[in-house]
C-alpha cells in the first residue's frame, strides 16, 4: 500500500524578526487526513507557523508546501487555489463584528465571484446546520451571541469553500468544558464527514487527546519530536516532561480512564 502523500511539507524553515530567532532549521511534515496538534511554549512560534503555512507571514529562510506546491514562489492562480482549498479558525478575532452571522459565512463564497445569491443563501444555511446553529440566528450580529455560538459560526465559515485542509488556533479557548467538548465532538464530525486534514494548535489537554493523530512539539526554535501521544509521552526534553506531567495529573484525576486507551501505560 502507497504511504499516504503529504498535505504539508516544511524544510528547513528559519524566523527572524529583527534580532529575535522564532524558528531555527524546522522541518515538519502534515500527511493527508489526519490531525496534527501543535504543542509548545507561549512564543514558541505556532501560531506564525500556521501564518507561514496559510501564506501570511513569509519566513526568512527555508521551504513551505502546501499541497505539493511552494508558498512562497507560486503565482497568484496558484496562491489563490491554495487558500481557496484551506479554511481557518483564528486564535483572535473570530468573526467580524460589523457583519451578521450570515454575511461573516457568506464572505468566502461571494469572493469566488461565481455563485448568485440564491446559492450562497443556500450554502450558508447548509454550513449553519452543519454547525448546529439554527437560522434565527443568521440575521444577529456577533457582539448578540455567546462565546460557544461565535465558535460554532467561525467553524462554519471556515468551512464554507469545503476546504480539504482546516488550520485550528485554539479552537477551544475560552469556551467552558461542557461547550469545549461540544466543539471538540463538532470538529470529530466534521472530519469524517468532509475527509479533512486538520492542523490545531492547542494548550487544552482536552483538545489535544480528543482530537490529535500526531502532534508535533516546538521547543528550541524547531520541531523537537513528532508523533502520537503514546510514542512521545516519554520524550526527555524538559518542555515535553513538564507538559505530560500535567496530562497525567489531570487524568489520573479521572483514573487514567480516557487517556490509557491512546498512550498505553503511562510513565510514573
Ligand atoms: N509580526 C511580528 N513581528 C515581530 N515579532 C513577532 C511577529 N509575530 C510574532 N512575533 C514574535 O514571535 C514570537 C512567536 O509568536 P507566536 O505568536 O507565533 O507564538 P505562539 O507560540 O503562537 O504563542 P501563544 O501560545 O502565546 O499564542 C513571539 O515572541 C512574538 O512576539
Ligand atoms: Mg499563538
Known sequence: MNPKPYIIEI?????????????????????????????????????????????????????????????????????????????????????????????????????????????????????????????????KMPANLSGGMIKRISLARALALDPELLFLDEPTAGLDPELSESFVQLILDMRSELDLTIVMVTHDIDTLVGLSDRIAVLADKRVVTVGTLAQICNHTHPFIKSFFKSIREKYQHNGNRELSWKTGPMPS
Open 11 to 139: 524544510e528547513g524553515l528559519h524566523t527572524r524578526f529583527g534580532q529575535h530567532v522564532v524558528h531555527e532549521n524546522l522541518n515538519l511534515n502534515v500527511t493527508k487526513g489526519e490531525v496534527l496538534t501543535l504543542v509548545g511554549g507561549s512564543g514558541s512560534g505556532k501560531t506564525t507557523l500556521l501564518r507561514q503555512m496559510l501564506g501570511l507571514e513569509q519566513p526568512t529562510k527555508g521551504n513551505v508546501k502546501v499541497f505539493g506546491s511552494s508558498r512562497y514562489n507560486c503565482d497568484f492562480t496558484l496562491s489563490k487555489n491554495i487558500r481557496n482549498r484551506t479554511g481557518v479558525l483564528f486564535q483572535q478575532g473570530a468573526l467580524f463584528s460589523a457583519l451578521t452571522v450570515y454575511d461573516n459565512i457568506a464572505l468566502p463564497l461571494r469572493e469566488l465571484r461565481t455563485l448568485d445569491e440564491q446559492t450562497i443563501h443556500d450554502l450558508v444555511m447548509i454550513k449553519l446546520n452543519m454547525v448546529a446553529i439554527e437560522p434565527e440566528h443568521a440575521y
